[in-house]
């Protein structure tokens, strides 16, 4: 039986984060993760957004990590070479009643250290912002907020933490896990290995795998969200927008990602099938753009997605604000129901975690850490996506990466995700992998 110091289950984001954190340490680490590839869950389907902090409750965790999170965001992206843009973001209001909720979020982003707010008037927001629709009663700027594409920060992170000496194996699904003296026995179909420590990162299903050994305190009550892509082509806004409405569900969020494209995140909604949209929420999505942003061509929408929000609770039915490390047993540490922000605090939590192993163990550090990761920018001449400008150069980089399918290519160098979604080059990307294997170059 292959024994290890660390398993991490589940390779999202704070799976990547915590494995990559562990190896600051000499601690053997492996990855377990039961999709064929990095970031397939909640990782994949989110708003992008590196929070500035206002939003939580001042003492929390969730805000302290925010606040760090967001602050060393760029050094972050500068050390695993994935894009980030400072953006700064307004959260407007245009009823009146909805101005003191902004000011409460101005006093809370205060307290809780968020650089450069300010409250400004409508008019001030109009300016800043010119498609905004007129009428702002107030808006709260905050200039430290940014935008990151989390899979490829997942990613990224991922490949740091196997160059750094961690391990992973990719469609493995942890069946069975078995507190034993050395620690745990951790069962898939396929192999069982034996484990001295426990990280549980399995995003929605995190309840159900610490079910697997202890049960939890904490449960997930899921629920969904809906997406639209905007063509580059769009016109949109520099800042995120935040539409802060006096009736809760009604606003959205405008995004302008890194690559170029507006994001629409809509409202929280009931979940039917995870990860699917429903036309009544597209359409009423499509309307808000509308009224927010009047200049918007709804017509360069090129593509919608949903995604599957978990909601933690405890047994009383009290749900839950802040982050929760459930360590019910020594060595087993569970992250259960990180959502928002999940993706500015990931590299604080993967580092939480790891400092909580270490200890445990005792563990000495690692001198050879190196946070270096390179992108993938070495391009040739012959263009295969021809929307997003990738080359074939790029795209045999992401398969020697490890990319086993034409999504996986297109989550680490962007083909397929310009205008025509990859209806012209997805045959060929196909073919190449047909013809190099799954990372065999
Ligand atoms: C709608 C939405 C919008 C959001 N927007 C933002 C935002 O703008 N900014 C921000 O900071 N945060 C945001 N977040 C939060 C952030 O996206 C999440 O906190 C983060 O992505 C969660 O990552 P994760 O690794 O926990 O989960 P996941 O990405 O879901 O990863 C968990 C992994 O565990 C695997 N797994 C599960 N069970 C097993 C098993 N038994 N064996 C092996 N593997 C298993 C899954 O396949 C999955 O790959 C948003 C969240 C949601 C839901």
Not at 385 to 400: D, F, H, T, V
């Amino acid at each position: 039986m292959k024994q290890y110091d660390a398993i991490v289950i589940g390779a999202g984001i704070l799976g990547c984060m915590t494995a990559r954190s562990l190896r600051r340490w000499n601690i053997s680490t492996l990855l377990l993760e039961k999709e064929e590839d990095v970031c397939r869950g909640i990782t994949r389907a989110n708003s992008a957004i590196v929070y500035a902090g206002y939003d939580n409750k001042p003492g929390s965790l969730k805000a302290a990590l925010t606040v760090r999170g967001n602050a060393d965001m760029e050094a972050l992206c500068e050390e695993l070479e994935v894009p980030f843009s400072r953006c700064g973001s307004l959260l407007v209001a245009y009823e009146p009643e909805a101005v003191p909720k902004l000011e409460k979020k101005l006093s809370n982003g205060r307290k809780n250290g968020v650089p450069g707010l300010k409250l400004l008037s409508g008019p001030e927001a109009e300016a800043m912002e010119p498609m905004l629709k007129k009428g702002v009663a107030a808006a709260l700027y905050a200039p430290s907020t940014g935008t990151v594409n989390p899979w490829l920060l997942g990613i990224a992170a991922y490949e740091n933490a196997l160059q750094n000496g961690a391990e992973a194996i990719l469609g493995r699904e942890v069946l069975a896990i078995r507190p034993c003296p050395e620690g745990y026995q951790v069962e898939t179909r396929e192999e069982v290995y034996q484990t001295r420590m426990v990280f549980n990162c399995a995003g929605a299903f995190a309840d159900r795998v610490q079910g697997l050994a202890f049960a939890p305190e904490v449960k997930l009550k899921l629920d969904g969200a809906e997406y639209l892509v905007f063509d580059r082509l769009a016109k949109k806004p520099e800042r995120v927008i935040f539409y802060q409405t006096q009736s809760s569900g009604k606003g959205i969020t405008a995004i302008p990602c890194t690559e170029g494209n507006l994001l629409i995140a809509g409202v929280r909604k009931d979940m039917t099938i995870p990860y699917a949209t429903s036309p009544e929420g597209l359409v009423e999505m499509l309307d808000r753009v509308k009224e927010l942003l009047p200049e918007t061509d709804t017509g360069l929408v090129i593509r919608s997605f949903g995604a599957v929000r978990p909601n933690p609770y405890r047994d009383s039915g009290e749900s839950i604000p802040d982050y929760v490390i459930e360590n019910p047993a020594p060595g087993f540490y569970s992250l259960i129901g990180v959502k928002t922000p999940g993706l500015t605090c990931a590299e604080g939590l993967g580092m939480l975690l790891a400092q909580r192993g270490a200890e445990y163990l005792s563990a000495e550090e690692n001198p050879d850490f190196d946070p270096k990761r390179r992108g993938i920018s070495e391009k040739d001449n012959d263009i295969l996506c021809q929307c997003e400008q990738i080359s074939r150069a790029e795209i045999l980089e992401a398969i020697r990466r490890g990319a086993s399918t034409v999504e996986a290519v297109k989550r680490r160098v962007g083909s397929g995700m310009g205008r025509c979604q990859g209806s012209r080059c997805s045959g060929e990307i196909a073919r190449l992998l047909e013809e190099y294997g799954h990372g065999s170059l």
